[in-house]
């Protein structure tokens, strides 16, 4: 067998960072808050910009409730939907 293919390669390692910060979210919502920081650590190795793990990270530093997390977040969302008529459109 050949070695892999070379075009997957970035392909992968630009997904990494979002894969990462989704493994650590579960990791967080189940209170494994080492594993969480560690996988939004490894997922700022792959994209040090990466928004939401940075994000993650620190709201896991600051010792923030996942569900309290969660509730601004949808907030949020809410807030950006209602401010966009455009998006009925979608």
Not at 36 to 44: G, I, N, Q, V, W
Request: aromatic letters at 6%; a neutral charge.
């Amino acid at each position: 067998m050949g070695p892999p293919c070379p075009t997957l390669r970035p392909l992968a390692h630009r997904k990494a960072p979002r894969v990462l910060t989704l493994l650590g979210w579960v990791a967080w919502r189940q209170n494994a808050t080492v594993t969480a920081s560690h996988t939004f650590s490894d997922a700022l190795d792959n994209d040090p910009h990466y928004r939401l793990a940075k994000l993650l990270l620190e709201a896991i530093r600051t010792e923030c409730d996942t569900d309290g997390f969660l509730a601004i977040s949808r907030e949020a969302a809410q807030r950006f939907v209602e401010g966009r008529a455009d998006l009925d459109n979608l």
